[in-house]
């Protein structure tokens, strides 16, 4: 691992250097640390076997594999296709790899991650090594309160990851990798292709597979070089007024002071895309007036409330602080989500009422635990109460499911789930703060 510093150094101090031999990286000592870097309850691939049976005799297996990409004989096997439902009510392609191939994917994204992270701009958040989705949030609020936004255009890509170009991605990998063997084993990755329902072997002429390890980091930059460096350059107008980006993966919203610049900006981004094989969802895709100033506008027009946008689950409205009439974001849970995971809370609950009441109760806590350290943000208090209630109201359900004769009441199990769920808290603190600590300058 040392030795990718050097890498990273050599990256940092030249963003046009290009790197020839970087292939030797991936040797057993990196195959064994990313073995443990990947998720241990994924599904297994094609060949049925799973994270713990690959683990039995670890050692021997990764000697042979590394031999195989030393001697160029490794080939990956295509992957395991399967379907997961969205929030909108469309299904997710997702592709589900063989341990073998998530383990050089693996390996292959710590090295080139010490390239790309010297590339990748600031505004760039989604699938970074120590940046989430809180850092892209608070990145988006600060923005919009601290810069002259006065219009937000939402951005919305259509089914991106099946649209990327292969021809394209490599041109944009070469810029960086000159390692034929490296760019050779990225090329087979995209093009390895998937098993369809029927178990029929289905090539890959475009796109990158979703739930492969590596997908992100292609992703990344591939919006790179089509978008990000655009944009940048873009906004650096002298004649332009303020105009903020934050993208997480496919997902991005900008923000403008002036409306013909936000126009302006949309019709060339239709081009921009067009030339390499993007298209923008028109259904999810749109341009408000949004900022400090939106709500005088709109009174002063005639107009309703100022239009809502989502981004990353939550749904970014425009309000006034308690105490006067000082502009305040507010964020709140979007409401598809937030319907989303109480429908599979109740789905689960129907589905196990039978075990114990102290295994649902371990279940439920962590289902609660966990959506609140991620939506328990600053005006977010009311919505996070309300999904506490409803699942609480779905656990008693479930239970009175389990008996036609039952004698439980809302006022006799409400105590005991006050009592022993966890409560609905605000854990985030407020945007500015923590984005003035992270990011001081």
Do not use: C
């Given at each position: 691992m040392s030795r990718l510093l050097r890498v990273r150094q050599i990256a940092a101090d030249n963003r046009r250097t290009q790197f020839t031999s970087l292939f030797h990286y991936l040797s057993k000592e990196l195959l064994w640390s990313s073995f443990y870097q990947?998720?241990?309850?994924?599904?297994?691939?094609?060949?049925?076997?799973?994270?713990?049976?690959?683990?039995?005799?670890l050692d021997a297996r990764l000697t042979q594999l590394a031999d195989k990409l030393r001697h160029g004989s490794y080939r990956p096997r295509p992957a395991r296709r399967m379907y997961i439902p969205k929030a909108d009510g469309s299904q997710r392609p997702l592709s589900i790899l063989c341990v073998e191939d998530?383990?050089?994917?693996?390996?292959?994204?710590?090295?080139?991650?010490h390239i790309y992270e010297k590339d990748f701009l600031g505004f760039s958040y989604g699938f970074r090594p120590g940046r989430g989705q809180h850092d892209a949030l608070d990145a988006l609020y600060v923005g919009i309160t601290k810069r002259k936004v006065n219009w937000v255009l939402d951005l919305d890509l259509r089914k991106f990851f099946d649209r990327v170009e292969h021809d394209w991605l490599i041109k944009f990998l070469q810029h960086r990798i000159r390692d034929k063997r490296l760019i050779r084993l990225l090329t087979q990755w995209m093009k390895v292709g998937h098993y369809d329902e029927d178990g029929k072997h289905v090539n890959s002429a475009r796109g990158v597979p979703q739930g492969g390890?590596?997908?992100?980091l292609l992703a990344n930059i591939y919006l790179h070089y089509c978008l990000d460096l655009w944009v940048n350059q873009w906004r650096k107008h002298p004649s332009l007024g303020d105009v903020i980006i934050v993208r997480y993966a496919d997902d991005a919203v900008l923000g403008f002071q002036r409306k013909d610049e936000a126009d302006c900006f949309l019709k060339l981004l239709h081009q921009r895309l067009d030339k390499f094989g993007l298209e923008l969802n028109a259904e999810k895709t749109k341009l408000i007036r949004f900022g400090r100033f939106a709500r005088s506008a709109h009174r002063e027009h005639g107009y309703g409330k100022p239009q809502s946008f989502d981004f990353l689950g939550f749904t970014h409205s425009c309000a006034v602080k308690r105490c006067g009439k000082?502009?305040?974001l507010l964020r709140q849970t979007a409401k598809s989500r937030m319907r989303t995971t109480l429908q599979q809370v109740k789905v689960w609950l129907h589905k196990n009422r039978h075990k114990s009441i102290p295994e649902q109760m371990s279940w439920l806590t962590r289902v609660l635990r966990g959506h609140f350290n991620y939506f328990g943000v600053p005006g977010n208090a009311m919505r996070i109460g309300r999904f506490r209630s409803e699942a609480g109201k779905y656990w008693l359900k479930a239970l009175r499911r389990r008996s036609q004769r039952y004698n439980l009441i809302w006022a006799k199990f409400g105590r005991?789930?006050?009592?022993?769920?966890?409560?609905?808290?605000?854990?985030?603190p407020y945007p500015n703060?923590?984005?003035?600590v992270k990011y001081s300058r």
């Open positions: 990947l998720n241990r309850r994924s599904a297994p691939g094609v060949d049925g076997v799973s994270w713990t049976a690959y683990e039995e005799g998530k383990i050089v994917q693996q390996a292959a994204v710590t090295v080139m991650e390890v590596i997908s992100p000082e502009f305040f005991f789930f006050n009592m022993s769920m966890p409560k609905a808290t605000v854990l985030h703060q923590r984005f003035g």
